[in-house]
């Protein structure tokens, strides 16, 4: 099946200093994706939808200054994370919709744990 | 926009029980109902999904059902095993918008 990876899986970065994220669509070509937040037992909440080679576009109350994304190929987004704080400490995750039998399925990456201190 | 409702949000079951989880939806326009598995500080995997020309889907010990008269639809877990210990989320989404929904979450743990 589809493959969604993500890169790194885990990262802590100090206050200030910005943090990107990586999502790669393995073996498949993904001219959307999608990325969500998900903090401690709570639902996915989705933050933008990445599109190839056009801006991205942000859900209402996310600040697209703070969460810059560049969806530079068919196979790569990333999402940067400027001037951490320790409120953006979060799971962020990715997912790519890739056509199978009977219509369109959501594969989501691993995620990506940021914890700022 | 849709709104999914997900319910129990903890559930405790001993292994070998079965467990079902309750979604219901608003938008009569979603067609597609996925289920999505998220293992303890890892990303979610679909796990099984129905669309709405459907009422039923099985896969091995999971099920899904679909009433779209009502507007829910439900997971079923049969003979459960610890390792089905997890949150489950349901999701929906309107044909042609394949942006997913997705209830608040339910964690299963399955007692040996």
């Known amino acids: 099946g589809a493959v969604v990876s993500q890169h790194p899986s885990w990262v802590i970065c100090k206050s200030g200093t910005s943090v990107k994220i990586e999502c790669r669509s393995l073996?498949?070509?993904?001219?959307?994706m999608f990325w969500y937040r998900q903090f401690p037992k709570q639902s996915l909440m989705l933050m933008a939808t990445?599109?190839?080679?056009?801006?991205?576009?942000?859900e209402q109350g996310v600040e697209k200054d703070k969460f810059l994304i560049n969806h530079a190929s068919l196979t790569l987004s990333t999402l940067t994370v400027t001037s951490a704080h320790p409120e953006d400490s979060s799971f962020y995750i990715c997912?790519?919709?890739?056509?199978?039998?009977?219509?369109?399925?959501?594969?989501f990456g691993p995620g990506t744990r940021l914890t700022v201190t | 926009g849709e709104n999914v409702e997900q319910h129990p949000s903890t559930l405790s079951v001993q292994e070998g029980d079965s467990a079902v989880i309750k979604c219901t939806y608003s938008?009569?326009?979603?067609?597609?109902f996925p289920w999505y598995k998220q293992e303890l500080g890892k990303g979610s995997q679909l796990i099984i999904d129905?669309?709405?020309?459907?009422g039923e889907k099985k896969d091995q010990r999971i099920a899904v059902t679909l009433n779209k008269t009502a507007k829910h639809f439900s997971l079923h877990i049969t003979e459960t095993q610890p390792e089905d210990s997890a949150v489950y989320f349901c999701?929906?989404?309107?044909?042609?918008?394949?942006?997913?929904?997705f209830g608040r979450g339910t964690s299963l743990i399955v007692h040996p």
């Open positions: 997912s790519a919709p890739h056509q199978g039998g009977g219509g369109y399925e959501q594969y």
């Open positions: 073996d498949f070509q993904a001219t959307t």
């Open positions: 990445s599109n190839e080679g056009s801006k991205a576009t942000y």
């Open positions: 938008d009569s326009a979603s067609n597609y």
């Open positions: 129905i669309r709405s020309n459907v």
């Open positions: 999701a929906a989404s309107e044909g042609g918008s394949y942006i997913p929904t």
